[in-house]
């Protein structure tokens, strides 16, 4: 699931200021584990020595997802339009 709200004002005659959040959710992510890792407290030792690993794919994954957009579009000058663009994330 992705969502996002923003707002966009005007700073002068032909140049924009938008700011945008936009947000990720998953639930039900693939993932992948080790299903004969060592437990606490002697994490040195495996369940089954013969086993190295055994790696088991389930559906128990989340996935979150959070960033921030700053944007500023505008004439420099007469003939040159730029944009400035920084994205803030976090997952």
Do not use: H, W
Not at 56 to 66: C, K, L, T, V
Request: contains cysteine; glycine residues 10%; positive net charge.
């Amino acid at each position: 699931m992705q969502f996002s709200a923003g707002l966009e004002r005007q700073l002068a005659k032909k140049t924009t200021l938008a700011v945008n959040y936009v947000g990720t959710r998953g639930v039900q992510q693939f993932r992948s584990r080790d299903a004969k890792c060592a437990f606490p407290p002697d994490y040195g030792r495996r369940p089954d020595p013969l086993v190295n690993q055994f790696r088991q794919i389930e559906s128990a994954g989340r996935m979150e997802g959070n960033s921030l957009e700053i944007t500023v579009r505008g004439d420099l000058l007469p003939r040159i339009t730029g944009v400035a663009q920084y994205v803030f994330g976090k997952r």
